[in-house]
């Protein structure tokens, strides 16, 4: 079966700060991962996504980045975050699974919350 | 382009009462169609999908949803909610075909169970 990791679970962070959020994905080959935010009382904001090692598509612009270094590990960076930035930032994954058809839907991390102060 | 909207931010509803959460879509492409939960400080759980086939999905929980095409529409519904289903549920629609199938996500709908 398929599982989804993400660190860490919370994190305090002053403004000006770097940031580094990872992801990894077990039981699956090629997944497409996604980085999403949802800010306090609000939906899900897709950040970055990616079909494939070193592919990164953008959605939004802002001070954030995202890495694709492993084929099962996704990383969301920043170098300066803003206060703008909090909020809780969800990691999901979606493609085959091993030995089972093509799945459409995207399955999710248990998130991070990251509180910038 | 693709986008999902539920009508309700919040509905509260008595223990043991029926429920219906609604989700209206807009899509110049066939869509897939999901519904999600979320209960407090964790990730997003898939309750039921639409790929095709039969228009009445039925899902953990209880849960279940119609896909009517002619009023782009995807409720979901439960004949008897339980406290443990006070949460926020989304819905989101995908256009496939596309590789990426991203997922447009509503705005959430926060169900609360009153005892």
């Not at chain 1, 079966?1 to 580094?20: D, E, F, R």
């Not at chain 1, 930032?89 to 998130?111: D, I, K, M, T, V």
């Not at chain 2, 898939?46 to 849960?63: P, R």
Request: hydrophobic share 35%; net charge neutral; aromatic share 12%.
């Amino acid at each position: 079966s398929q599982t989804i990791h993400q660190w860490p679970a919370t994190l305090v962070q002053p403004v000006g700060s770097p940031l580094s959020l990872e992801c990894t994905v077990e039981g699956t080959s090629n997944p497409n991962l996604y980085w999403y935010r949802q800010a306090a009382g609000r939906g899900l904001q897709l950040l970055f996504y990616s079909v494939g090692i070193g592919q990164i598509s953008s959605e939004v612009p802002q001070n954030l980045s995202a890495s694709r270094p492993q084929d099962r590990q996704f990383i969301l960076s920043s170098k300066k975050l803003l206060l703008s930035d909090s909020g809780f930032y969800l990691c999901a994954w979606s493609g085959p699974g091993q030995g089972a058809a093509y799945s459409y839907e995207q399955y999710f991390g248990p998130g991070t919350r990251l509180t910038v102060t | 382009a693709q986008s999902v909207t539920q009508l309700d931010s919040q509905v509260p509803v008595f223990e043991e009462a029926p429920v219906e959460l609604r989700c209206n879509y807009s899509s110049s492409v066939s869509v897939y169609l999901f519904w999600y939960v979320q209960y407090p400080n964790q990730g997003l759980q898939l309750l039921l999908k639409y790929l095709s086939g039969s228009t009445l999905v039925k899902g953990i929980n209880g849960f279940e949803a119609e896909f009517n095409k002619s009023q782009t529409s995807f409720h979901l519904r439960k004949p008897s909610v339980h406290i443990s289903d006070t949460a926020e549920y989304f819905c989101a629609v995908s256009e496939y075909g596309f590789g990426n199938e991203k997922l447009t996500f509503g705005t959430g709908t926060r169900l609360t169970i009153i005892p």
